[in-house]
């Protein structure tokens, strides 16, 4: 005998099914000996630490995003996959990334994450990307078009070279030899350190606003240049 549930009893049971499906394409590997990582490709969402406590290990995922995700994913359940590939090469890691080959209309957005040893190098050059890295690396490089980016620990030399950049750099200490250096076109940059700390620091642009508690003392480190188009730096 087939039994009709009522609607309101379906679209629960239905939602949970179709949520489910909202992540794909899952992929996950051991970067113990990895002392740098290199992103490369098309545009994601990079998330690096270096938590001691934590495995050293590196994933990719491609995840739908946005009010309908669920909806696309329960009727196309392929459609959100990437071929991003992650390799490692004596002791680097090599992330390329792919977008999903459906023409979507509900993002799809590629979801880095890694957590690697303390003093590692990051390298990511995409043309646009969203990045947060928390613990202590000792460079990072980044370029590209367009980018969202916050960092925090420390960083010994930080070359950041994005036309269009939202930056968050907040050292918990500093060693007296770091180097910052941020250009681009429109930049929107808030540098903080230590209290105890000495900064040299200079700002170059066509069109600038430069809020700064702190003063600026030639040939200290950290040094910091910042030079773009429109300037709005913030440096506590």
């Not at 009522?6 to 489910?20: E, K, Q, R, T």
């Not at 998330?47 to 050293?56: I, R």
């Not at 992330?95 to 040893?117: G, M, Q, R, T, Y």
């Not at 990307?129 to 420390?154: M, P, T, Y």
């Amino acid at each position: 005998m087939l039994i009709a549930l009522p609607a309101m009893v379906l679209a629960p049971i239905l939602i949970v099914a179709m949520a489910s499906n909202a992540e794909t394409s899952p992929t996950e590997i051991d970067i113990a000996g990895v002392t740098a990582i290199v992103a490369r490709g098309e545009a994601s969402t990079i998330e690096l630490t270096s938590n001691e406590a934590l495995p050293y290990r590196a994933s990719a995922r491609s995840h739908r995003s946005g009010w309908f995700a669920p909806f696309y994913s329960s009727w196309f359940y392929s459609d959100c996959v990437t071929d991003s590939r992650m390799r490692v090469e004596v002791s680097t890691l090599y992330i390329d990334v792919a977008a999903p080959s459906w023409p979507e209309l509900e993002d799809c957005k590629v979801e880095l994450h890694a957590n690697l040893k303390k003093g590692a190098t990051v390298s990511i050059e995409q043309p646009a990307f969203q990045a947060r890295l928390d613990g202590e690396f000792s460079a990072v490089v980044l370029k590209g078009k367009a980018a969202d980016v916050s960092i925090e620990g420390h960083v010994g030399q930080a070359r950041l070279d994005v036309d269009a950049l939202r930056a968050r750099l907040i050292y918990e200490k500093t060693q007296q030899s770091e180097t910052v250096e941020i250009s681009g076109k429109a930049l929107d940059i808030h540098l903080g350190f230590d209290t105890a700390s000495f900064i040299d620091y200079q700002v170059a642009a066509t069109a600038s606003w430069v809020d700064s508690s702190r003063t600026a003392i030639p040939g200290a480190k950290p040094q910091v240049r910042i030079s773009g188009e429109m300037v709005r730096a913030t440096i506590r």
